[in-house]
Nanobody, 125 residues
Framework: VQLQASGGGLVQAGDSLRLSCAAS????????MAWFRQAPGKEREFVAA????????YYADSVKGRFTISGDNAKNTVYLQMNSLKPEDTAVYYCAARTRMTATTLSPSGAYDYWGQGTQVTVSS
């Protein structure tokens, strides 16, 4: 399984960006996909997740109301629409996929089996 993230860039506060993550190498569905981020000097943190079956979504409090996660199951692609970006959103954003088809809490990084390479998002004030 390979995850390819894209869409990062340098934007100003208040702007929007859409990240994409395409998964390949697996012929059947994933249990869930998610986005995490890691700012310099900080630990990786959960941003958002989507459970493929039923489409339930989950968000960190810091991004609720500003970010939207969505997915295209047929394409095994997950998106993160980020609106009203703030300087504190600056980080490397990683996508992750869970292939184990068992129910679990989706915010811990340990819930995921595969990780993408990350895409840099920089928000200037």
């Amino acid at each position: 399984v390979q995850l390819q993230a894209s869409g990062g860039g340098l934007v100003q506060a208040g702007d929007s960006l859409r990240l994409s993550c395409a998964a390949s190498g697996r012929t059947f569905s994933y249990y869930a996909m998610a986005w995490f981020r890691q700012a310099p000097g900080k630990e990786r943190e959960f941003v958002a997740a989507i459970r493929w079956s039923g489409g339930s979504t989950y968000y960190a409090d810091s991004v609720k109301g500003r970010f939207t996660i969505s997915g295209d199951n047929a394409k095994n692609t997950v998106y993160l629409q980020m609106n009203s970006l703030k300087p504190e959103d600056t980080a490397v954003y990683y996508c992750a996929a869970r292939t184990r088809m068992t129910a679990t809490t989706l915010s811990p990084s340990g819930a995921y089996d595969y990780w993408g390479q990350g895409t840099q998002v920089t928000v200037s004030s």
